[in-house]
């Protein structure tokens, strides 16, 4: 092969290469935020103190976390027949979230339970949803991101 043939070829395939890491950066950063390690804790209310409710999880997006809603339902409610949508989240409360590395945000949710709350509560397996939005305005919902059960 001629030198000049090898130099396009070379130069072609960097130029190809170029677009498609370039193509990889712009579909990275349209991507929705991503829930990983999702962890329910709940602990009931005793005599001589409250219990509570704890959510957690981990949200990746590459232009930073803007909010997330966090909404605990029972399963048998009637969320369990539609799971509920990110309409239903627009009024719930939102998570605290603190940057763990460049793209990610730990998010925290605690909320107390008195005994009057529990007692109030159906028992049973209960469900946490879950709507994230990224700065870029894009989101992530999971109806059941995790669960615990109330006895």
């Avoid at 704890?54 to 976390?65: C, H, I, M, N, R």
């Avoid at 793209?103 to 946490?128: K, L």
């Amino acid at each position: 092969m001629s030198p000049r043939v090898t130099l396009s070829v070379a130069a072609g395939a960097l130029v190809l290469a170029a677009g498609a890491g370039a193509f990889a950066l712009a579909y990275a950063d349209e991507q929705p935020p991503a829930l990983s390690d999702s962890v329910a804790r709940y602990t009931a209310p005793r005599a001589d103190r409250d219990g509570s409710l704890t959510f957690t999880t981990d949200v990746t997006a590459s232009s930073g976390v803007k909010n997330v809603k966090v909404l605990a339902w029972p399963e048998n409610s009637s969320l369990a027949q539609r799971k509920p949508t990110a309409k239903d989240m627009s009024a719930v409360e939102s998570a605290t979230c603190e940057p763990s590395d460049d793209d990610i945000a730990r998010c925290t949710y605690t909320v107390p339970v008195t005994a009057t709350d529990a007692d109030a509560s159906p028992s049973g397996r209960w469900h946490i949803a879950v709507l994230a939005t990224a700065d870029d305005g894009s989101s992530t919902l999971d109806p059941e991101a995790a669960g615990f059960t109330v006895e």
